[in-house]
């Protein structure tokens, strides 16, 4: 069983920063890919950002540009860099981690960006 504990989320201004931290249980390198999802309210939850053991990335053509997604090995940590937030930005935002055998889900943090 792998656990995956976020922090970071918070209220900001449109154009500022925030940063999300997902910190597992478990070797990060044990994970094909980790990432990040959002759920708005009303909205389905979608894929914003994700991190591949290779280390390559994929982002939400949306937030090109303006997120981006590392992992610190070490403490087994991805993180989610978020700069020139826009109010479409607001959503519960989802760590997500896939092994070979399940996926896995973070308990969410609120991200709400005011105009």
């Known amino acids: 069983q792998v656990q995956l504990v976020e922090s970071g989320g918070g209220l900001v201004q449109a154009g500022g920063s925030l940063r999300l931290s997902c910190a597992a249980s478990?070797?990060?390198?044990?994970?094909?890919?980790m990432g990040w999802y959002r759920q708005a309210p009303g909205k389905q939850r979608e894929l914003v950002a994700r991190?591949?053991?290779?280390?390559?990335?994929y982002y939400l053509d949306s937030v090109k540009g303006r997120f981006t997604i590392s992992r610190d090995t070490a403490k087994n940590t991805v993180y989610l860099q978020m700069n020139s937030l826009e109010p479409e930005d607001t959503a519960v935002y989802y760590c997500?981690?896939?092994?070979?055998?399940?996926?896995?889900w973070g308990q969410g943090t609120q991200v709400t960006v005011s105009s």
């Open positions: 991190i591949f053991v290779t280390g390559t990335t």
């Open positions: 997500h981690a896939e092994s070979t055998r399940r996926d896995y």
């Open positions: 478990t070797s990060i390198f044990s994970l094909n890919t």
